[in-house]
């Protein structure tokens, strides 16, 4: 469908996000009722960030609305890695929780880490890969990688909610180019990662700083599809850097002083020559929260002894 004449179609996510909800709402009481399991979530909260902060409530805020529980485990700035990994390694052995998700970004000390000593992977894989519903432990890792969708334990949040919105909005990937921006390991490596594999069967194009400038220019203007995950003050993609009939996902989120919301994209000039856009925030956000809930509900089914591997997009 071409929109260049009319503007993008403007994917919002709480469409998306309530159909999800939906299935849920029907589902969740039904299954607390006959396994006496309240799917439960800690959520592991490292220092202070105000986007990182405002994402947990929504999680929070998300998960009591559908029956089930989150509680969030804060640990200050300057935690040790060797206790925070065995904190994390302990919420995760607990039977009170049925997934564990550490918010990120951490404190720069473990996000610049030192590959010889305890790093963030390392915490990561401290979660049990049954509890791991942010999907960035060695398993789901090693899951997405193979990218067998009906074989899938837990799809990282950020990836599942882009598959989920590309399901319902239409958006082919099938031979399409997909160029995703910036490699943090929540939302652009699975993203990239499920692009390219067996479930998109796109042209996946990763590209980050260590890029020279005029080929990430010149990469991001062939794509048809542009996931943008960045999220810093200085960083935007304009206008002009995209070719018309672009599908634009913006899973960005930075808060500026002001309290107010920004992804890394220019909104109102991008979505005037895309196909599709999301917008920040109402974007993939919401989708993203509804996603975590989805897969917090299939840890409970696993802990539960019902629960089924892989995923339906249809």
């Given at each position: 469908?071409?929109?260049?004449?009319?503007?993008?179609?403007?994917?919002?996510?709480?469409?998306?996000?309530?159909?999800?909800?939906?299935?849920?709402?029907?589902?969740?009481?039904?299954?607390?009722?006959?396994?006496?399991?309240?799917?439960?979530?800690?959520?592991?909260?490292?220092?202070?960030?105000?986007?990182?902060?405002?994402?947990?409530?929504?999680?929070?805020?998300?998960?009591?609305?559908?029956?089930?529980?989150?509680?969030?485990?804060?640990?200050?700035?300057?935690?040790?890695?060797?206790?925070?990994?065995?904190?994390?390694?302990?919420?995760?052995?607990?039977?009170?929780?049925?997934?564990?998700?550490?918010?990120?970004?951490?404190?720069?000390?473990?996000?610049?880490?030192?590959?010889?000593?305890?790093?963030?992977?390392?915490?990561?894989?401290?979660?049990?890969?049954?509890?791991?519903?942010?999907?960035?432990?060695?398993?789901?890792?090693?899951?997405?990688?193979?990218?067998q969708q009906d074989r899938v334990l837990l799809l990282p949040g950020t990836?599942?909610?882009?598959?989920?919105?590309?399901?319902?909005?239409?958006?082919?990937?099938?031979?399409?180019?997909?160029?995703?921006?910036?490699?943090?390991?929540i939302t652009a490596k699975p993203i990239l990662q499920m692009l390219g594999?067996?479930?998109?069967?796109?042209?996946?194009?990763?590209?980050?700083?260590?890029?020279?400038?005029?080929?990430?220019?010149?990469?991001?203007?062939?794509?048809?599809?542009?996931?943008?995950?960045?999220?810093?003050?200085?960083?935007?993609?304009?206008?002009?850097?995209?070719?018309?009939?672009?599908?634009?996902?913006?899973?960005?989120?930075r808060v500026d002083d002001a309290g107010k919301m920004h992804g890394d994209?220019?909104?109102?000039?991008?979505?005037?020559?895309?196909?599709?856009?999301?917008?920040?925030?109402?974007?993939?956000?919401?989708?993203?929260?509804?996603?975590?809930?989805?897969?917090?509900?299939?840890?409970?089914?696993?802990?539960?002894?019902?629960?089924?591997?892989?995923?339906?997009?249809?």
């Open positions: 469908m071409s929109t260049t004449q009319n503007g993008a179609v403007v994917m919002l996510g709480k469409t998306v996000a309530d159909a999800i909800e939906a299935r849920l709402r029907a589902d969740v009481p039904a299954f607390i009722e006959r396994h006496g399991l309240v799917p439960t979530l800690a959520i592991v909260l490292v220092g202070q960030n105000a986007a990182s902060e405002r994402y947990v409530k929504k999680k929070i805020e998300a998960c009591a609305r559908l029956g089930m529980r989150a509680e969030l485990k804060a640990f200050p700035a300057d935690i040790a890695p060797d206790a925070l990994k065995a904190a994390v390694a302990a919420i995760s052995a607990s039977r009170d929780y049925h997934g564990v998700l550490v918010q990120l970004p951490l404190p720069r000390a473990l996000e610049e880490h030192d590959a010889a000593t305890t790093n963030k992977f390392d915490i990561f894989d401290a979660v049990a890969g049954e509890k791991d519903v942010d999907g960035v432990g060695r398993d789901a890792v090693a899951s997405l990688y193979r990218a990836a599942l909610a882009v598959r989920r919105m590309m399901a319902f909005y239409g958006v082919k990937t099938a031979g399409k180019v997909a160029v995703v921006v910036g490699r943090n390991d594999g067996r479930m998109c069967n796109a042209a996946a194009i990763w590209v980050h700083r260590h890029v020279p400038p005029a080929d990430q220019k010149r990469l991001i203007r062939e794509a048809d599809i542009l996931v943008t995950a960045v999220g810093t003050t200085g960083y935007r993609i304009t206008a002009d850097m995209v070719k018309p009939g672009v599908a634009v996902f913006d899973v960005a989120t994209v220019d909104f109102e000039a991008v979505r005037t020559i895309a196909s599709f856009i999301t917008p920040v925030p109402r974007g993939v956000g919401p989708v993203t929260v509804a996603a975590l809930c989805e897969n917090l509900f299939r840890a409970g089914q696993f802990a539960a002894g019902v629960g089924q591997h892989g995923y339906s997009f249809e």
